[in-house]
Nanobody, 127 residues
Framework: VQLVESGGGLVQAGGSLRLSCAGS????????MGWFRQAPGKEREFVAA????????YYSDSAKGRFTISRDNTKNTVYLQMNSLKPEDTAVYYC?????????????????????WGQGTQVTVSS
């Protein structure tokens, strides 16, 4: 099983980035997927989740209104469109896929061992 993120980089505050995460090695279309991030010296935190069909989404308070999660099950890919980026959004962003459930709760409330993880992509927002 492999999840490969792309799309990270350096952007100025107020700018936008679109992250992608392509999955392989198992079926992802029946399971929830999501994004987490980890800033230097901080614990990994939840950012956004999407249910199996793409209709249900859930966001952290910091992401709400600025980030949009979506998925294309024909491509086994989940996306995170990030707008109005702030320096505090600087972090390594990780894609995750539930092994057990189809709802957003399967990402938000799941222990890490119940998720498959990508290797991460760096997002740096300059002020």
């Amino acid at each position: 099983v492999q999840l490969v993120e792309s799309g990270g980089g350096l952007v100025q505050a107020g700018g936008s980035l679109r992250l992608s995460c392509a999955g392989s090695g198992r079926t992802f279309s029946n399971y929830a997927m999501g994004w987490f991030r980890q800033a230097p010296g901080k614990e990994r935190e939840f950012v956004a989740a999407i249910g199996w069909s793409g209709h249900a989404t859930y966001y952290s308070d910091s992401a709400k209104g600025r980030f949009t999660i979506s998925r294309d099950n024909t491509k086994n890919t989940v996306y995170l469109q990030m707008n109005s980026l702030k320096p505090e959004d600087t972090a390594v962003y990780y894609c995750a896929a539930s092994r057990t459930g189809e709802s957003t709760g399967s990402i938000v409330q799941a222990p890490a061992v119940n998720l498959d993880w990508g290797q991460g992509t760096q997002v740096t927002v300059s002020s």
